[in-house]
């Protein structure tokens, strides 16, 4: 009875996580694990001091940097707190492994996070609107975190350490009132679009009036580049502010997953399985926007990362969201990594910031699915 027992255990958890095996699934995570690998080691093997793909490989995988925990501890904690807790290195590294680790590694792992992010998040929207259009872009997210961000660089210097927090303020704001203007007996996918365009387009005009009230030139060039969405100048400081929110996030959204199933199933369906729709969806819309706000406070407005990827990993892997907020956490740093090594290399020694290459891609790609789809909008 007990060997029974155990037999329909075992089994149990096979069904649970047997996902987890989709062969579609792996493919995808393989795929995009390459991608992040190789546009890494390009992206790491230029600048001013160049060195080739072999020399930047042996960097990356150097063994004084995997076997002492202390130079881990110092890149993610900063010197002064991996000293504090006793974690500091006290070794010497190469100029090689100096170079790609303190100044171009932080360059690649905040692009795969924001990535994540953005991925994660328009998938979310998408389900939590029924609505293959949203995305943090779209729905006027992106707007109202930017311009929260934009109020703190151009007047409230002082409040810089709080971005993240910050800017998921002005995406939850900005999201609320794109979810009033869309409500008129309950939502459509239609209304929420137009909703998000218009809370996008004020929004939009307010930052740009707010470039009239910075006195510092260097301020308006920076706010300028971060609203275009840049990773030019990144360092370890992006790293360690956008790293524990993309965990918390990530964990929130992967333990969501069956309940962004539910709601695809509609309102009435949901609620007859003891779900509280109207809970739920703004739970999760909070977490959609934490993920966004994270990646904004980073590296900037970043458009369409969040509306391409999404619908690429579901004509993959499906709709289940099991399947698809995994595959979201592979598809979208290779998306994000591959598009900054265009904007470093396209007009090379000029480097254009990574939103506008996402954009190119992603304007024609929401133009493709408009053709494509008669019926384009609701899941």
């Known amino acids: 009875m007990a060997g029974e027992n155990r037999a329909a255990e075992r089994s149990t958890r096979a069904g649970r996580f047997g996902w987890l095996a989709d062969a579609q699934l792996i493919s995808l995570a393989l795929a995009s694990t390459l991608i992040v690998v190789a546009a890494g080691l390009v992206q790491v093997s230029f600048g001013a001091y160049s060195m080739s793909l072999a020399e930047a490989w042996r960097a990356v995988f150097d063994p004084v940097v995997w076997t002492n925990p202390g130079v881990i501890a110092e890149l993610l904690l900063g010197e002064e707190l991996a000293a504090t807790l006793g974690l500091s290195a006290g070794v010497e590294l190469s100029r090689e492994t100096l170079i790609v680790w303190n100044i171009r590694m932080p360059r690649v792992l905040v692009g795969a996070f924001v990535g994540m992010n953005l991925a994660v998040s328009g998938a979310i929207f998408q389900a939590v609107t029924r609505n293959e259009l949203a995305s943090p872009f779209i729905l006027g997210v992106s707007s109202g975190a930017g311009l929260m961000i934009l109020l703190t660089l151009v007047v409230f210097s002082g409040l810089t350490t709080l971005l993240p927090v910050i800017a998921s303020v002005g995406g939850a704001a900005a999201f609320l009132i794109v979810y009033a203007i869309a409500w008129k007996g309950g939502t459509s996918p239609v209304r929420l679009v137009l909703a998000g365009v ?14 009239f009230f910075a006195d510092d030139i260097g301020v308006v060039q920076n706010a300028i580049s971060w609203t275009t969405g840049s990773l030019t100048g990144t360092d370890w400081g992006q790293v360690r502010m956008i790293l524990p929110w993309t965990l918390v996030a990530m964990a929130l959204a992967l333990v969501s997953s069956r309940q962004l199933n539910v709601l695809l199933l509609g309102e009435r369906t949901a609620s007859a399985l003891g779900m509280s729709v ?34 690429v990993v579901r004509n993959v892997v499906g709709s289940d969201y099991k399947r698809l907020i995994v595959g979201c956490l592979f598809a979208g740093p290779a998306l994000m990594v591959a598009a900054d090594v265009g904007a470093r290399l396209a007009l090379s020694p000029v480097q254009i910031p990574v939103g506008i290459v996402t954009g190119l891609i992603g304007g024609p790609y929401f133009l493709y699915l408009m053709r494509k789809k008669q019926q384009l909008g609701e899941i």
């Open 278 to 311: 109207e809970k739920v969806r703004f739970a999760l819309s909070g977490v959609a926007v934490l993920a966004a706000a994270a990646s904004i406070a980073a590296a900037g407005i970043v458009s369409f990362v969040g509306l391409i990827v999404p619908h």
């Open 198 to 211: 218009i809370v996008g387009t004020v929004l939009n005009s307010l930052q740009t009036g707010i470039f």
